[in-house]
T-cell receptor, first 112, second 114 residues
């Protein structure tokens, strides 16, 4: 059973377009993170959200944590080819202690 | 400051062979993790450790063992490799703060079992 559902699984867009990736669960998270992974490398942390309703911005990336702390979204404005990569959400479920649960990932391709 | 390093980067094993993957971190992190990553399945937790001398099972622990004899090192062992263990293995470390577990990952080990 996948505790964290990410959608879409694949996304191919043109440079300059906007996009949103979703991360949903029936579980409540004490915190939720977004990572980006490039081929042949390990995931790299982009952001952590901990408060329900929280919005964080990182240049053209906007991250939102749901009010109930069960879901999150990543919105990219005016995507660039350098945004290409695998985006992973990961949540620390309240009852799971020190473990993170990862979503399956969204493979984003931005075409020039 | 090297962060998280993993040895080796690539390995090919025959079914039944054994090997040990080494993870080292120089950030003085308390927690360390071993994941495997397979296409379409994200990262799955194999084993983890919340401190020197302690280990715990994750989501997919069967066929693997771990040891954390030193705070900076976390070893993952395969006693008798199987083709189903062909995967990319990632080590990560963190020190939790305020309910958040911001993990730092190594570059991965690509293992093929034939």
């Amino acid at each position: 059973t996948q505790l964290l559902e990410q959608s879409p699984q694949f996304l191919s867009i043109q440079e300059g377009e906007n996009l949103t990736v979703y991360c949903n669960s029936s579980s409540v998270f004490s915190s939720l993170q977004w990572y980006r992974q490039e081929p042949g490398e390990g995931p790299v942390l982009l952001v952590t959200v901990v408060t329900g309703g929280e919005v964080k911005k990182l240049k053209r990336l906007t991250f939102q944590f749901g009010d109930a702390r069960k879901d999150s979204s990543l919105h990219i404005t005016a995507a660039q080819p350098g945004d290409t990569g695998l985006y992973l959400c990961a949540g620390a479920i309240l009852t799971s202690g020190s473990r993170l649960t990862f979503g399956e990932g969204t493979q984003l391709t931005v075409n020039p | 400051n090297a962060g998280v390093t993993q040895t080796p980067k690539f390995r090919v094993l025959k079914t039944g062979q054994s090997m040990t993957l080494l993870c080292a971190q120089d950030m003085n992190h308390e927690y360390m993790y071993w994941y495997r990553q397979d296409p379409g399945m994200g990262l799955r937790l194999i084993h983890y450790s919340v401190g020197e001398g302690t280990t715990a099972k994750g989501e997919v622990p069967d066929g693997y063992n771990v040891s954390r004899l030193k705070k900076q090192n976390f070893l993952l062992g395969l006693e008798s490799a199987a083709p189903s263990q062909t995967s990319v293995y990632f080590c990560a470390s963190c020190t939790p703060a305020g309910g958040s577990y911001e993990q730092y990952f190594g570059p991965g080990t690509r293992l093929t079992v034939t």
